[in-house]
């Protein structure tokens, strides 16, 4: 029991020698540590309190927020590289943040950690997770190696396009974007979720109008007018 009170009279002294030779740059507010981005100091009336942020985020001494701790891609540490030990868990190299999935040829997925618990996210068709933004890019500007990408096509052969999503008039990602067939008025082609191609088509007498992504009468669509008349004639040499 003597010992255990020896143990802790000691640590007691550590920690307040270790605020004591904090200075506090003014009497109230909280103070970035010289070499750890974690770690700040809490001055009240003067006197310093060492805290940490929550394991994954960092301080930030220019955030006018009362929890001036923030993720990582947020803040410019400068020479303060120095972290905590971290706590990790599934899918969760640190407690909080965002990370990208284990396996390095995925680069569309990623996790967002709160508190330990991931939840897996999943980039737009066509973007890659990038860790330094903690968001998702085009593959050009994340720069990730060894990502392999599954080439999906329909049974014709047809590939969704992946350098870039298509949108609606408001800029808004179309969910099964459409696409006209290059040669063949009446068919089209539709891939769900920006990634799984199908080969579709048009009933008998209507064409793809790819401006409005429907079936209409061939007279609506530019370069479709004869596409039955022509049609026929193919069928009669």
């Given at each position: ?59 930030d ?10 993720q ?15 706590k ?42 990038d ?43 179309i969910?099964h974007?459409r ?30 109008n ?10 609506n ?17």
């Open positions: 029991m003597k010992q255990f009170f020896v143990c802790t009279i000691v640590a007691a002294l550590c920690v307040a020698s270790i605020n004591a030779a904090f200075q506090c740059p003014k009497p109230n507010g909280q103070f970035e540590d010289e070499v750890q981005c974690d770690k700040y100091y809490e001055c009240d009336d003067g006197v310093a309190k060492e805290k940490l942020c929550p394991d994954g985020l960092v301080f001494p220019l955030n006018r927020k009362i929890n001036k701790c923030d990582p891609f947020n803040v410019d540490c400068g020479d303060r590289v120095e972290l905590q030990e971290p990790a868990s599934k899918f969760c190299p640190r407690k909080n943040g965002f990370f990208a999935h284990p396996d390095e040829t995925v680069c569309d997925i990623f996790y967002n950690c709160i508190d330990g618990d991931a939840l897996e996210t999943k980039c737009t068709v066509g973007l890659h997770f860790e330094f933004s903690g968001t998702c890019v085009w593959p050009e500007t994340a720069k990730r190696e060894n990502c392999v990408e599954e080439t999906k096509k329909s049974a014709s052969g047809f590939q969704c396009p992946k350098d870039k999503p298509k949108t609606d008039a408001r800029g808004q990602t969910t974007p696409y006209p067939h290059p040669t063949d008025c009446q068919k089209f082609y539709v891939c769900l979720n920006g990634e799984d191609p199908r080969d579709l088509g048009c009933q008998t007498g209507e064409v793809y790819d401006e409005t992504e429907m079936c209409d009468a061939p007279e669509v530019p370069g479709c007018e004869d596409w039955y008349k022509d049609s026929d004639e193919k069928k009669t040499r």
